[in-house]
């Protein structure tokens, strides 16, 4: 299955928009979640150093996985319940009390109102 994540035809960098040579990233890896990645369509594309670099490759950032575990249950659940994820992969991977909680270092402009500015 395609991608559910990037749009179709899509094969640049999910991470920096790298244009050049990508390869196919399954979000949830090892057995039986990469097949099952596959079979949902969790995937992504990664430019070399998003992917298999030692220090800012996804495999080898546990940072960068949590963040694509995360983008990838969220995609899955704009058409699945969340039951029917954790059924698939035995894990949720989106605590709901941190919500829509901003990108860390993004700052809030005004804290100090009701409404804050996006
Ligand atoms: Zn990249
Ligand atoms: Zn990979």
Known sequence: MRSIIEDKNEKSCFVCG??????????????????LSEKNGLKVHLCYMHHKDSKAGVHFNPELMEKLHKIGQRAFEES??????????GKNYLDDS?????????????????????
């Open 80 to 89: 699945h319940t969340r039951e029917e994820f954790m059924r698939i992969f």
């Open 18 to 35: 790298y244009a050049g040579k990508t390869e196919e990233h399954h979000i949830f890896g090892g057995n039986p979640n990469r097949r």
């Open 98 to 118: 941190e919500g829509e909680k901003p990108e860390e270092g993004f700052i809030w402009l005004n804290e100090d109102k009701e409404e804050p500015v996006i």
